[in-house]
């Protein structure tokens, strides 16, 4: 069963932290990357940060230096420590494979709920 579930949002001033936590069944996340993606409203979803099953990350260039990704294979848990936040990091944030998990049928992404950052200037 795909369970994805993302916590750790809320409202922050601009130079504040948050962070996040992704719980995701097992059988998603032993296997395969993991990303924290976001969007924006009127915007497109996009990837800020990625990690790979060994441990190696990547970043967008718009987080980079101030986002951390993390997982924890014990836990089945992905984590994103933000800092330095900026009025433009505003979105709802999601965790998912990456590339995204697909169910169906028909084939489709599977999101979880998200959680909304709101960081205040």
């Known amino acids: 069963q795909v369970q994805l579930v993302e916590s750790g949002g809320g409202l922050v001033q601009a130079g504040g932290s948050l962070r996040l936590s992704c719980e995701a069944s097992?059988?998603?996340?032993?296997?395969?990357?993991m990303g924290w993606y976001r969007q924006a409203p009127g915007k497109q979803r996009e990837r800020g940060a990625r990690?790979?099953?060994?441990?190696?990350?990547n970043y967008a260039d718009s987080v980079t230096g101030r986002f951390t990704i993390a997982r924890d294979g014990a836990k089945n848990t992905m984590y994103l420590q933000m800092n330095s936040l900026k009025p433009e990091d505003t979105a709802v944030y999601y965790c998912?494979?990456?590339?995204?998990?697909?169910?169906?049928?028909?084939?489709?992404?599977?999101w979880g709920q998200g959680t909304q950052v709101t960081v205040s200037s």
């Open positions: 998912n494979a990456d590339p995204p998990m697909i169910i169906g049928p028909p084939p489709r992404a599977y």
């Open positions: 990690i790979t099953v060994g441990g190696s990350t």
């Open positions: 097992g059988n998603i996340f032993r296997s395969n990357a």
